[in-house]
């Protein structure tokens, strides 16, 4: 009967093994793939935000090249070299540059510790806007 009963024990002892080893295995399969979702969520909410924060910048600087415009319609010798404060963000407008009938304008917004670039070319003889592009850098 003892032979019985210890055949029986190392069984049940070896089942036991087997489901506890399967129970941690589905735990940290389980524990992986809710940390994979709420990290995916987690990200998310960054890349809107800095999307968002882009938006803003782009408004901002594009704010200021509408503003130099305005400025060099009332006087075409507007230098610029100017920053103006909006709400907590500020915009720069750059020195405008001269190239025979053509004016340059640079603005920078900043939003964020983002920036945004923006260079207009304007020609001035019929105040037609040439190019108004976001660039990298000036």
């Not at 024990?9 to 793939?33: D, G």
């Not at 103006?84 to 720069?92: D, F, M, P, Q, Y």
């Not at 945004?116 to 592009?133: A, E, G, R, Y």
Request: net charge negative.
């Amino acid at each position: 009967m003892k032979i019985l009963n210890a055949k029986y024990s190392i069984r049940n002892s070896r089942n036991a093994y087997i489901a506890i080893v399967a129970s941690i295995i589905i735990t940290i399969l389980v524990i992986a793939l809710v940390l994979t979702t709420s990290t995916t969520g987690y990200f998310g909410r960054f890349n809107v935000l800095g999307s968002l924060t882009k938006e803003e910048g782009d408004a901002l600087a594009e704010a200021c090249a509408d503003y130099a415009l305005l400025e060099l319609a009332l006087d075409t010798n507007y230098a610029g070299a100017t920053t103006t404060k909006v709400a907590s963000t500020t915009c720069t407008i750059l020195a405008i540059e001269t190239n025979g009938y053509e004016k340059t304008i640079k603005t920078q917004g900043l939003n964020n510790d983002t920036i945004t670039n923006t260079k207009v070319i304007l020609d001035v003889t019929d105040f037609t806007i040439v190019s108004w592009d976001e660039v990298k850098g000036f």
